[in-house]
């Protein structure tokens, strides 16, 4: 069993930053993707970024240019750099650890952008 726990987020205020990060129980090097969802009050979890055993990375699109997923090997953590935050970011964040054929999601963590 593969234990994900995010930490980070809280309250920022529009146009601010705020960096998740996502503690993995084993070696994220083995993991085929690493990935952060978040999910709005009332909408479906949405697909924000990842990034590949390879160092790929991927992003949604209403993100690009603003977040920034990166990963310390040595640490097995992802982070979640989130800059030029919209009102539309509040949602809970989840990390996931994505293998072969399993899905380990942390609990999520809350981010609410507010002035």
């Known amino acids: 069993q593969v234990q994900v726990v995010e930490s980070g987020g809280g309250l920022v205020e529009p146009g601010g930053s705020v960096r998740l990060s996502c503690t993995v129980s084993k070696s994220i090097s083995s993991i085929y993707q690493m ?3 978040r999910q709005a009050p009332g909408l479906e979890r949405e697909l924000v970024a990842a990034i590949f ?3 790929t990375t ?3 699109g ?4 603003r977040f920034t997923i990166s990963r310390d090997i ?3 953590t992802v982070a979640l750099q989130m800059n ?7 949602a809970v964040y ?3 650890a ?5 899905d380990y999601w942390g609990k999520g963590i809350q981010v609410t952008v507010s002035s």
Not at 98 to 102: G, M, R, S, Y
């Open 35 to 37: 990935s952060w969802f």
């Open 53 to 55: 055993r390879g160092g």
């Open 58 to 60: 991927h992003y949604a």
């Open 62 to 65: 209403s993100v690009e240019g």
């Open 74 to 76: 040595t640490k097995n």
């Open 84 to 90: 030029s935050v919209a009102p539309d970011g509040t």
């Open 94 to 96: 989840y990390c996931k």
């Open 98 to 102: 994505h293998e072969v054929d399993l």
